[in-house]
T-cell receptor, first 115, second 114 residues
């Protein structure tokens, strides 16, 4: 069965620090999809990135970057020069045939950016 | 473009009652998915509808049901409410069928069962 582990329950950093959120997944599929979503205090989940299992290229979007490593089954998310507005709960999710194409979510990491 | 809207935003019900939640997707989106979020279980997939057909269903009892209308609006219904049904219910829409695509989420309906 598929599983997503976000071992960091809560991370607190001072503004402008870099921070990495870890995501480790388990799946028997060879084709699967990984996601990161952000949930600010308002509650509305916001899509950040989707990556399929055949695309191991790292991705950078502004201050956000993602490191996908199939060898370690990890899909980590780094925020560079963090800002207070980055404070939110971040979820990693996985979908594939093993989960009947349902989204399997990690428990989330609460990120607190202090001014 | 208007985002995903969910009504009502907050709801308080008594154990044993039933409840209907509504979701209006982004215009043009034909896929609507529902999720339950609780502190204990986290985010869990309930079901997905595409063009009025249920494509996928999560591991929830039959008390949880849904439907989608021809205008893509969706409703979910929970009958015989239990205390454990207290949760944030999130709706998401997508232009493509399946949850493996980018989804746009609504603000959720906070259901409290007393």
């Amino acid at each position: 069965a598929q599983k997503v582990t976000q071992a960091q329950t809560e991370i607190s950093v001072v503004e402008k620090e870099d921070v990495t959120l870890d995501c480790v997944y388990e799946t028997r599929d060879t084709t699967y999809y990984l996601f990161w979503y952000k949930q600010p205090p308002s509650g509305e989940l916001v899509f950040l990135i989707r990556r399929n299992s055949f695309d191991e290229q790292n991705e950078i979007s502004g201050r956000y970057s993602w490191n996908f490593q199939k060898s370690t089954s990890s899909f980590n998310f780094t925020i560079t020069a963090s800002q207070v507005v980055d404070s939110a709960v971040y979820f990693c999710a996985l979908s594939g045939r093993d989960s009947n194409y349902q989204l399997i979510w990690g428990a989330g990491t609460k990120l607190i950016i202090k001014p | 473009k208007a985002g995903v809207t969910q009504t009502p935003r907050y709801l308080i019900k008594t154990r044993g009652q039933q409840v209907t939640l509504s979701c209006s997707p982004i215009s043009g989106h034909r896929s609507v998915s529902w999720y339950q979020q609780t502190p204990g279980q986290g985010l869990q997939f309930l079901f997905e509808y595409f063009s009025e057909t249920q494509r996928n269903k999560g591991n929830f009892p039959g008390r949880f049901s849904g439907r989608q209308f021809s205008n893509s609006r969706s409703e979910m219904n929970v009958s015989t409410l239990e205390l454990g049904d207290s949760a944030l219910y999130l709706c998401a829409s997508s232009s493509m069928a399946g949850v493996t695509y980018e989804q746009y989420f609504g603000p959720g309906t906070r259901l409290t069962v007393t």
